[in-house]
């Protein structure tokens, strides 16, 4: 029940006076209840669940999030190997 | 896929495991309250490249596993009647009442509908007037916006055959009353990060100032969990009790509103009984007065129930992480997915199951 997955939302539609959307989970698609994400564009991301979109995902944050995990390599190269007492390399293998 | 497989890369997860080595000094225990985070560990082996002094323990997150046996056995006799369509989440199906589950009821002539939302349910209460749909109206804060949608488009669209059979459970009463007791030796919370997408951060500011925990609200894949860990571990190094936010790219700092808003037009808190738990003070939600043509509890009487725990079961004792599934002496013998004895073997969130699951693994 809270193994809610991102997925695009490919198409907004209304039903029974709902905004409704056709949501693309990496090639399976299923519909989804937009009225709590009301501001939704095609095209963007969103977290689903139950059948109701309850977040849009925001690309800037995750983006930030992405370049703070980079730095993390640079610590673990400080101390020169991973939990296995692997060296780590520029890729983290 | 985008935003999945970036949080699944193991090269990342070496990387923060390689940054949770170098900072910690100390035993820290944690807690992942989401049973979804509690799969996501025991599928990708979380808890054992941990380094040894830090201690995951699997918390009361798993909605399933916690709908008390009193409500699965109501939920049996409503979907009995011969004028109902009992609609459900695949989920509830197998969990075990004081004598049968809700799947017997249907092999016995119960007209049983799996469904995946609610919305679900309100089309075959449009498609069926002659007959009374229930929708059973499980879950935490994530399912709650749903369910409260199904009330106010039922009264919008005049469905007098539809109601729900209410059973919605609240995390922040449950870490408290986790922390009050005196058997608590949880260090640090990851916060379920889709329940914190609906109802923000501040109810957590509370508990973390009160009870001087740090509480990181955390994403379900892999290297959520594994930052998680880390921005938990870096606050108890730094002797930090913040509550922070893992999982930006969906939850923001008062949730979404417009789904608490709809929350609170159809819902109230009132006190609630947790299976495995017991009964906690203002944890759970009920349907208002305003909508109680709504609330299958007072549409369909159901008297007093006897209920029967089996008595081997440690589930609640797992519930509140005191011990692990593997402690449990009927776990994988007399208990196992197809035959449960508690819900935590049933649900795809209890924690019994994920171990049952990737023991193999293991």
């Given at each position: 029940m809270c193994l809610a997955i991102p997925g695009k939302l490919i198409e907004i539609y209304e039903e029974a006076g709902m905004k409704m959307g056709r949501i693309d989970y990496g090639g399976t698609v299923n519909r989804a209840c937009l009225e709590y994400v009301p501001e939704i564009e095609a095209g963007q991301y969103t977290v689903v669940h139950a059948g109701f979109a309850i977040a849009i995902i925001d690309e800037e944050e995750a983006a930030r999030s992405f370049e703070a995990w980079r730095e993390y390599s640079d610590a673990a190269a400080r101390e020169g190997g991973d939990v296995y007492g692997n060296h780590l390399d520029e890729d983290g293998d | 896929m985008k935003f999945l497989s970036e949080y699944r890369d193991p090269k990342t997860a070496r990387l923060m495991l390689a940054e949770i080595r170098r900072i910690t000094t100390r035993p820290w225990v944690i807690m992942e309250v989401c049973g979804g985070q509690t799969h996501a560990i025991v599928r990708s082996g979380i808890d054992q490249v941990l380094p040894k002094e830090i201690s995951l323990v699997h918390g009361p997150g798993c909605p399933v596993c916690v709908t008390p046996i009193e409500t699965i056995d109501r939920a049996i006799e409503i979907a009995r009647r011969p004028e109902v369509i009992f609609c459900s989440f695949?989920?509830?199906?197998?969990?075990?009442?004081?004598?049968?589950d809700l799947l017997t009821a249907r092999s016995a002539g119960a007209d049983l509908r799996m469904v995946y939302s609610p919305l679900e349910a309100l089309e075959i209460a449009r498609d069926n007037p002659d007959r009374q749909v229930v929708f059973f109206?499980?879950?935490?804060?994530?399912?709650a916006p749903g369910n409260a949608m199904a009330v106010l488009q039922a009264e919008k669209q005049g469905l007098e055959n539809f109601s729900e059979l209410v059973c919605h459970v609240l995390v922040p009463p449950a870490i408290t009353a986790l922390l009050s007791s005196g058997d608590n030796l949880v260090n640090g919370y990851l916060a379920a990060g889709n329940v914190c997408t609906v109802t923000g951060l501040s109810e957590y500011e509370e508990i973390a100032g009160k009870y001087r925990v740090p509480i990181v609200a955390t994403g379900l894949e892999p290297n959520d969990i594994m930052e998680g860990i880390l921005m938990v571990v870096r606050q108890l190094e730094e002797g930090r009790a913040e509550v922070e936010n893992q999982y930006v790219r969906s939850v923001?700092?008062?949730?979404n509103v417009k789904a608490r808003e709809a929350v609170a037009e159809v819902f109230e808190v009132t006190d609630q009984k947790w299976r495995g738990i017991g009964e906690l003070p203002a944890s759970g939600l009920r349907i208002r007065n305003r909508f109680k043509d709504y609330d299958a509890a007072r549409r369909f009487a159901v008297c007093d129930l006897d209920v029967n725990e089996p008595e081997v079961c440690i589930s609640g004792t797992i519930l509140k992480g005191l011990?692990?599934?593997?402690?449990?002496?009927?776990?994988?013998?007399?208990?196992?997915?197809?035959?449960?004895?508690?819900?935590t073997m049933v649900s795809s969130e209890g924690a019994c199951s994920a171990y049952y699951k990737y023991k193999p693994l293991r």
């Open positions: - | 695949g989920d509830m199906l197998r969990v075990p009442g004081s004598d049968k109206a499980i879950g935490f804060e994530t399912t923001r700092y008062h949730g011990k692990k599934p593997d402690q449990c002496p009927a776990f994988g013998t007399e208990c196992r997915p197809e035959h449960p004895l508690g819900a």
